[in-house]
């Protein structure tokens, strides 16, 4: 019998509705690729600005994030280490966030700015110019910053507070214990989905271009055929990966793809113009950032055009899409490292590495299109996005030897691809273990496989694409309260207090709007739920050994728990008047205002006092607990 390692409702229940688009994408992928580009296009047209804003405001909280002081913190215990060398760690963060779309991109893109800009004329050195301006805009600091505003939220609440390495865990300064419940299935479910379908959307794009390479090197077929079986050997070599694991497999895949890809590059450079590049990618690096903050918020709001929705949201949708795959991958990896290490080298090493290959490959290619290759480069673009690295090579020496390495290093980008998404995708079905079956990785491996083939054989592949740029919409919501989560808790962290997430019912909070409490009944309240609740506690330590003592005297209730070391842990219930809020001017004055009862929760993990009124005997209990817990772990 199998054994199994999941959360039930997220594992199955993802499932489920991965299989029911599945299944319409590939029963009417005609139909259903034109609702989902319908929607596609209704998202990014009515909600652009929404894009545009929620990015900018991502990068903005990260470097704040990173430059503060909450960039002291460390993504685990005070005294944890990284588990992995620096150079490894950069190696797989590179491999997960960018690795296909540099080989399918990485000549394409700057030639299509190139031959057709959003503002001047094509062809011509100011086009060639603003086209490695978008490039490095649209692959730079923006997608990192949400890359790295996920994996910082999941990193921080797993390895620092002890919560599941799962999405849900970055709203609990916001839901507290309510993300154990449906909501919290809900964004995990959510999110495996996004994953599953970006994931697969990508492997259709890296299996087209081994295609294509493929047919270029030794005449074999082009068509979704060949593609399939291309699919099932890359994914054969991504199971026996992810079977090892982060530690063993992804680990040396990863190092190996950045070394090959290393090695392209530096050919390219070297045979291609060296002096003029170096030039360029000083000179794109300064047109970058003179231009970001323009770039950033630019919407041709006063002259509208198709361009914005095909490229700059589209990139915005797609890295938001990716963003649970991503960021759950580089949170795994990053246990150990500061908060501003962690940033700080997500933001910009990447974004460097790839400002390097856009250089090479793009100036090169725009170059050689401009002379040698007559405009050959950009008709192939325009034929097929595919063919167009292998075209590149060919007005390069050796050719059939760079077109092979080309290949391969696809193939190990797949690889590196489906077997993250896999793990990562396990990791969020399985409530944040690390340490689940085989059979649950090879499960979601198996199943990105699946997704990606019956999509190329049913021609189905553009409407999943769609459906997930359409769900990013939805996910950026997502996205925000994640933000504000983190910037709440790490602050809390930075000044020492402790964020209460818990508040009474309902009912007593409406109570307590219309007929503020009296000292009896905050003395009941201490009678029914408070004494009740500092008992239970008691009697559970005192199940495990230890002599905790209730006392009271005239103002409250305290507990006394001697649980470490000769250290005694103090909780304390107590009746505590205040004047009521003000609602006029003339009650602006404390003497002026009527006085109201609240019951005040005091420990000693955190100086200031607590507002419980209200809480139930359990919650109080919680209380108590959450807050021993944080004593002992500070």
Known sequence: MLTTKMNPRVFWGASLIIGLLLVLAVAAPGQSDRVFQSLQAWVIDTFGWFYIAAVAGFLGLVLVLALGPTGALKLGPDDAEPDFPYLSWLAMLFAAGMGIGLMYFGVAEPIQHFVSPPDGEPRTFAAAREAM??????????????????????AFFAYRKGLPLTLRSGLSPLLGRRINGPIGDAVDIFAIW???????TSLGFGVSQMNSGLSYLLGIPNNAWVQVGLIALVMAAATTSVMSGVGKGVRRLSELNLTLAVLLMVFVLVVGP?????????????????????????????EPRAWMADWTLFYWAWWIAWSPF???????????????????????????????????????AISLDMG??????????????????FHFLEELPGAAITSTLAILLVAVFFITSADSGALVIDTIASGGADDTP???????????????????????????????LGAALPFVVIMILLSIGLARQMTADVAGRVVETEGPPLAEQLKRILAPASRRDIERQIERNGLPALETVREGL???????????????????????????????????????????????????????????????????????????????????????????AG
């Open 133 to 154: 301006g978008i490039t490095f805009f649209h692959y730079g600091a923006h997608a990192w910053a949400i890359y790295a505003l996920v994996g910082l939220s999941l």
């Open 194 to 200: 996004g994953t599953a379908f970006g994931i697969a």
């Open 274 to 302: 060296t002096g003029f590049l170096f030039k360029a990618l000083v000179q794109n690096f300064g047109f970058y950032v003179s231009h970001f903050f323009e770039r950033t918020f630019t919407l041709y709001a006063y």
């Open 326 to 364: 991503v960021g759950m991958f580089i949170a795994r990896i990053s246990r150990g490292r500061t908060v501003r290490e962690f940033i700080l080298n997500v933001l910009l090493v990447p974004a460097g590495f790839t400002f390097l290959w856009m250089t090479v490959f793009g100036n090169t």
């Open 372 to 389: 040698q290759a007559q405009g050959s480069i950009s008709a192939a673009v325009s034929a097929d996005l595919s063919t167009a690295l």
């Open 438 to 468: 085989r059979w649950q990785r090879v499960y979601w491996c198996l199943l990105l496989g699946l997704i990606a083939a019956l999509l190329l054989l049913a021609g189905g592949l553009g409407a999943l694409q769609a459906a997930t």
């Open 542 to 632: 005192a199940a495990e050994g230890l002599g905790a003592e209730v006392t009271r005297d005239d103002a409250g209730l305290s507990l006394t728990a001697p649980v470490a070391g000769g250290r005694d842990f103090h909780y304390r219930l107590t009746a505590r008047e205040r004047p009521r809020p003000a609602m006029t001017a003339l009650d602006a004055p404390e003497r002026r205002r009527a006085m109201e009862w609240r019951l005040s929760a005091r420990s000693d993990d955190v100086t200031r006092p607590r507002d419980v009124t209200g809480f139930t005997r359990d919650q109080l209990v919680a209380d108590v607990l959450e807050h021993l817990h944080r004593w002992r």
